[in-house]
């Protein structure tokens, strides 16, 4: 048996060097661009972020739930720390879903804003966590809840019981939405008794603050200061901006002094808001002067990015981000925009990019990341996990990360067991690491072009290059006087060849489309360019360079 094991080891040994030494023969003429170049830490506000719904990432001492300690340990995954070594994906800015105590799973109904829940951990394991990122270069944010809080919060709670017992409003009702009207004020609000209601646009487990009350404004200053000062947080994701605005409020003048009032704790606070709607309120925001809004107008499936894709064709695309990029600069001149293809309360984005395959979903993923700001990656999104398609329940939008496709998490979301509706039809982390073609090589690929390429995130598109060919798309982007040319071939089966005049270095390329020879052996077809003639493979993107 061991003879026969040993013989069976040696021809595989023999049959992988002939292939080897087949392969190479085919790719001798390819140098890879990206390898002599620089790769830096970004010391800025602009990063690629990874959004981690906490609840379902890494559970840490098999409980059943995500939790703080379980992050931390996956944390090399995500940036080792180490700019030089190709193991990790590199992202170097996270956002957690909230993580202070709250009766619900998902935590966006806070009860206490200076505790952690305990199913996460402790402040001690947060603190660690912090400390860790920061070893590693990450930034970050945690998600803010000022829209609301939990209807279990003790202001709360307090003045509901005054108002059932004694009639009447206490100095606690002040923290929130709460008045005595003749009749139900509208569907948004809930009644609590005695005539007395509350605003609640998301549930009535979920009453509103006043936001233009001081007193609100003052207990915000201790949570902001709190996390910022005392647990060294770099910034918030704040939830549903969009409901900030009432009667009372003008919820642009509140995210203002919130901004600034956190800006005194940390001059450099970062600071991205959740407005969903499309992209001319969110133009409006920001004014605000906050860091960031995410650009919903271009996720998800009918955003331009995945349509794109699908239809091999930018459809105004870069015209549009263009737009948008130069209304947000003129509202607020260091605007940061932030896109992405889909976060917690969207479907999957392997889900709606099924059509397009695995090299489809690449070609999204180059498309997004590679646009002007910040690019928000979903936990999951880098493996190309995906959802059950007929389950729109928000559990299923939130499945357990799939470290391991032959080993999945014993994680349960909402006490549902979602796992077996969750899938990751390219393998889990375990199966795509070690292989740089599949869809979490593509995107470690990416996000080092973007850290070799400062001008990618930090850029203006300051052009639209005309390649007259529906099947391409570029662009320029500048910053600081220097200029790359970005060029998408959309096409998923014809090769593209552009004459033109553009920069002469290639500095990165990025193939979304693996071909395969008679043998059935995965080739890659690199872009070419020899700096007047540049021949781009089905679905590939090219960053040139004037040097
Ligand atoms: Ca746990
Ligand atoms: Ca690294």
């Given amino acids: 048996m061991a003879i026969k094991m040993k013989k069976s080891v040696s021809f595989l040994l023999i049959l992988a060097i002939l ?13 890879d661009p990206t390898a002599s170049i620089k790769t830096t830490k970004s010391s800025d506000k602009y990063r690629n972020y990874y959004e981690i719904f906490v609840n379902s990432f890494a559970d840490s001492n098999d409980d059943g739930i995500g939790d703080l300690n379980g992050i931390t340990q996956k944390l090399d995954y995500l940036n080792d720390g180490n700019p030089e070594t190709e193991s990790d994906l590199g992202i170097d800015g996270i956002w957690l879903t909230p993580i202070m105590p709250s009766p619900s799973y998902h935590k966006y109904d806070v ?83 005695n005539g007395y209601y509350y605003e609640s646009n998301f549930s009535p487990h979920m009453p509103e603050w006043n936001l233009s009350q001081k007193k609100t404004r003052d207990y915000f200053e201790e949570i902001a200061s709190f996390w910022l000062k005392e647990h060294d947080v770099d910034g918030f994701r704040l939830d549903a901006t969009k409901y900030y605005s009432n009667k009372h409020t003008d919820g642009a003048e509140f995210l203002k002094w919130f901004y ?30 906050i860091d960031s809004f995410f650009s919903f107008g271009f996720a ?126 390219y393998g889990g982390v375990e199966q795509q690491k070690d292989d740089e073609n599949s869809l979490l090589g593509f995107y470690k690929r990416v996000i080092k072009i973007k850290n070799q390429n400062p001008e990618i995130s930090r850029g203006t598109i300051t052009e639209e290059i005309a390649l007259g060919d529906q099947n391409l798309c570029g662009y320029y982007v500048e910053y600081k006087g220097k200029r790359l040319a970005i060029i998408h071939n959309l096409s998923k089966d014809k090769e593209k060849t552009v004459k033109k005049d553009l920069p002469k270095t290639l500095r990165a390329d990025l193939v979304a489309s693996n071909g395969a020879d008679e043998n059935g052996n995965t080739v890659i077809n690199h872009p070419s360019y020899d700096g007047s003639e540049l021949k781009l493979p089905p679905l590939s993107t090219v960053v040139l360079g004037d040097e």
């Fill in 19 to 31: 292939l080897t030494s087949a392969l190479c023969g085919c790719q001798n003429e390819y140098k």
């Fill in 111 to 193: 009860e206490n804003y200076f505790s952690i829940d305990e199913r996460f951990g402790t402040l001690d394991d947060f603190d660690k966590l912090v400390k860790e990122c920061h070893k590693r270069g990450i930034k970050l944010v945690i998600d803010m809840v000022l829209n609301h809080s939990s209807n279990t919060h003790p202001f709360f709670e307090s003045a509901c019981k005054d108002i059932l017992l004694k009639k009447k409003l206490n100095s606690d009702a002040k923290y929130y939405e709460i008045a005595k009207y003749k009749d139900n004020p509208g569907d948004n609000y809930t009644e609590i008794g």
């Fill in 260 to 289: 600034s009032m956190a800006q005194k704790i940390k001059s450099d606070v970062y600071m991205v808001g959740e407005n969903w709607t499309g992209n001319a309120e969110i133009q409006e925001m920001y004014k605000t002067g």
């Fill in 300 to 425: 998800d499936a009918s955003g331009g990015f995945v349509n794109a894709v699908r239809m091999q064709n930018q459809q105004n695309l870069i015209k549009s981000l263009q737009k948008f990029e130069r209304k947000t600069h003129d509202n607020n001149k260091n605007a940061i925009n932030c896109y992405f293809l889909s976060n917690h309360d969207q479907k999957r984005s392997a889900n709606f990019n099924k059509s397009v395959g695995l090299s489809g979903t690449k070609m999204a993923a180059a498309l997004y990341m590679l646009a002007p700001g910040n690019s928000f990656i979903y936990y999951g999104e880098e493996i190309g996990m995906t959802q059950d398609a007929t389950k729109d329940a928000d559990e299923y939008k939130r499945a357990p990360m799939i470290w391991d496709s032959e080993n999945l998490p014993q994680i349960s979301v909402n006490e549902k067991d979602v796992t077996a509706e969750s899938e990751a039809p």
